[in-house]
């Protein structure tokens, strides 16, 4: 079975759909983007390409049981010792979540492909964490 199919076959319903229609976007988006799997969800950046290292931004998307999911939008050090990373805000979804956050998402994207300028940061971003981040 494919990591997305694992994925999605742990959310609730109504996330699932979600979520599978984010990944479609995913596919499509220029410029290209380059998914991690992970034990806990998958990360999302800018790929590499001839002209352009692989960008720094990173959205993770995560859950939390069955019926929440979290998009985290970060960056990691710079130093290849350190494992901090620099937060940019969480968004959370969950069943019965509403168009505007999935619209958020979507404009994770736009974020994430802009380097977290805040000019493109999306409404819905939280700016408190209130979950624990995995680090797998």
């Known amino acids: 079975m494919s990591e997305t199919r694992k994925f999605l076959a742990r959310q609730d319903s109504d996330l699932r759909s979600i979520l599978q229609g984010f990944l479609e976007q995913i596919d499509e988006w220029d410029p290209k983007l380059e998914v991690t799997w992970r034990r806990s969800g998958f990360e999302v950046r800018i790929a590499a390409d001839k002209n352009n290292p692989a960008g720094r931004p990173r959205l993770f998307v995560f ?29 959370a979804l969950h069943r019965g979540t509403s168009d505007m956050v999935i619209d958020s998402l979507t404009a994770g994207l736009v974020y994430l492909a802009h380097d977290f300028k805040p000019s493109h940061r999306p409404e819905k971003l939280g700016r408190t964490i209130h979950v624990t981040i995995p680090r797998d």
């Open 63 to 91: 859950n939390e049981g069955a019926d929440k999911v979290f998009a985290f939008f970060y960056k990691p050090s710079r130093l290849s010792f350190s494992k901090d990373r620099f937060a940019y805000g969480l968004l």
